[in-house]
């Protein structure tokens, strides 16, 4: 089975600090790992993925995450907040489970940036 | 270029009620799915479909109906509306063999 744990319901950051959302997944299998950012009043957009290959990924808006399989982690961070990037992040853990690929979800991150 | 959209973006209805939200795709991507959003628990599978006239359940499917007549259609009906069926649905759509899906914008569904 597998399953995502969020460390963190809620981060608060200052403008131009470093943004580091925790992820921890657990797999039976190789993971896909994604992370997906909401906005208010909107659906989820794809931050970035990880499926194989190389294990740091860049993503859109300077967001990057590492796969650490010793770990089982999956972090996400930013070196300098923007106060755009206030928004909830969820990490999910890509799985088959008959004809479709399925994602489970962690339960959120809301992130603040403080001015 | 439309994408992927949802309707009615917000309602509100009476237990007992039944309640049926649309999920509508431009890309004539294979899967769609449907997923609920609670506070404290992220998102959670309803149902999800491969294609035309095949669907099957995800973690949470009690108390929903879904059908695919259409690949760019994916409808979601509540039978009979509870209180606990207030939430937030979200639709995805993603392409054959790819591993990424593509959210509509949700509809906040309020069971009085």
């Known amino acids: 089975a597998q399953s995502v744990t969020q460390l963190g319901s809620h981060v608060s950051v200052s403008e131009g600090a470093l943004v580091l959302l925790r992820c921890n997944y657990s797999?039976?299998?190789?993971?896909?790992l994604f992370w997906y950012v909401q906005y208010p009043n909107q659906g989820l957009q794809l931050l970035l993925k990880?499926?194989?290959?190389?294990?740091l990924v860049k993503g859109i808006n300077g967001f990057e995450a590492e796969f650490k399989k010793s770990e089982t982690s999956f972090h996400l961070t930013k070196p300098s907040a923007h106060m755009s990037d206030a928004a909830e992040y969820f990490c999910?853990?890509?799985?088959?489970?008959?004809?479709?690929?399925?994602?489970?979800f962690g339960s959120g991150t809301q992130l603040t940036v403080l001015p | 270029d439309a994408g992927i959209t949802q309707s009615p973006r917000y309602k509100i209805t009476e237990t007992g009620r039944q309640v049926t939200l649309m999920c509508h795709q431009t890309?004539?991507?294979?899967?769609m799915f449907w997923y609920r959003q609670d506070l404290g628990h992220g998102l959670r599978l309803i149902y999800y479909?491969?294609?035309?006239?095949?669907?099957d359940k995800g973690e949470v499917p009690d108390g929903y109906v879904v059908s695919r007549s259409k690949t760019e259609n994916f409808p979601l009906t509540l039978e009979s509306a509870t209180r606990s069926q207030t939430s937030v649905y979200f639709c995805?759509?993603?392409?054959?063999?790819?591993?990424?899906?593509?959210f509509g914008p949700g509809t906040r569904l309020t069971v009085l």
């Open positions: 995805a759509s993603s392409e054959l063999r790819s591993d990424t899906q593509y």
């Open positions: 797999s039976s299998v190789p993971p896909y």
């Open positions: 990880y499926t194989t290959g190389a294990t």
């Open positions: 999910a853990v890509s799985f088959r489970s008959g004809s479709a690929r399925q994602l489970t």
């Open positions: 890309w004539s991507h294979s899967y």
């Open positions: 479909s491969a294609a035309a006239d095949i669907t």
